[in-house]
């Protein structure tokens, strides 16, 4: 059974850190592709950031240079380091796994985590 931990979230100032954590288990965490995506009131979901099996990453550009995706297989747990964070970076985040094989494609989701930024 696929299971997800995150944590990390919270409220922090403009101008402030956050890491968010994923712990996985119930799938081989790598070869699955990990990305963070957040949701925003009445806005849709977005994707944030991915990191591949061999550990490439790729940023929306709103927030390539302030954020950091990484995982550590040995853990199964993927990572958002978030800087310079922003009012509009407020938002519930959410961590997904996905692999695909020939055949479809298996997305897991993590349940969410809220952070807020403001003063």
């Known amino acids: 059974q696929v299971h997800f931990v995150e944590s990390g979230g919270g409220l922090v100032q403009p101008g402030g850190s956050l890491r968010l954590s994923c712990a996985a288990s119930?799938?081989?965490?790598?070869?699955?592709?990990m990305s963070w995506y957040r949701q925003a009131p009445e806005k849709e979901r977005e994707l944030v950031a991915v990191?591949?099996?061999?550990?490439?990453?790729t940023y929306a550009d709103s927030v390539k240079g302030r954020f950091t995706i990484s995982r550590d297989n040995a853990k199964n747990t993927v990572y958002l380091q978030m800087n310079s964070l922003k009012p509009e970076d407020t938002a519930v985040y959410y961590c997904?796994?996905?692999?695909?094989?020939?055949?479809?494609?298996?997305?897991?989701w993590g349940q969410g985590t809220q952070v807020t930024v403001s003063s």
């Open positions: 997904n796994a996905q692999y695909k094989n020939w055949a479809r494609t298996y997305d897991y």
């Open positions: 119930g799938f081989t965490f790598s070869t699955h592709t």
């Open positions: 990191t591949g099996t061999y550990g490439s990453t």
